[in-house]
Nanobody, 124 residues
């Protein structure tokens, strides 16, 4: 499975960005997909995830109410809409896939496949 993330960039605080992650290979609709970020000097952290069917979604606390994850299984793509961005959201954002797509796991070590990351920089 190959994952290709895109959509990062520089945005002012309060602005919005939409990240996309296109998957190829494997059975996309059977995978739980997640967005994981790595802030400067920090370890990777779970931001949000969505089960294969889209029925289950989970968000890390700071993302609730500002970020929205969605997926289009027909296009093998998962999205992250990020609104009301803050400087502390500055990070490399990775998409990741868990082969067992029934639940959403928050432990980043459980994810099997990773994209290359896309940099989001939020200026104050």
């Amino acid at each position: 499975v190959q994952l290709q993330a895109s959509g990062g960039g520089l945005v002012q605080a309060g602005g919005s960005l939409r990240l996309s992650c296109a998957a190829s290979g494997g059975t996309f609709s059977s995978y739980t997909m997640a967005w994981v970020r790595q802030r400067p000097g920090k370890e990777r952290e779970f931001v949000t995830g969505i089960s294969g069917s889209g029925a289950l979604i989970d968000y890390e606390d700071s993302a609730k109410g500002r970020f929205t994850i969605s997926r289009d299984n027909g296009k093998n793509t998962v999205y992250l809409q990020m609104n009301s961005l803050k400087p502390e959201d500055t990070a490399v954002y990775y998409c990741a896939a868990d082969k067992f797509g029934v639940a959403v796991v928050t432990r980043v070590g459980e994810y099997d496949y990773w994209g290359q990351g896309t940099l989001v920089t939020v200026s104050s």
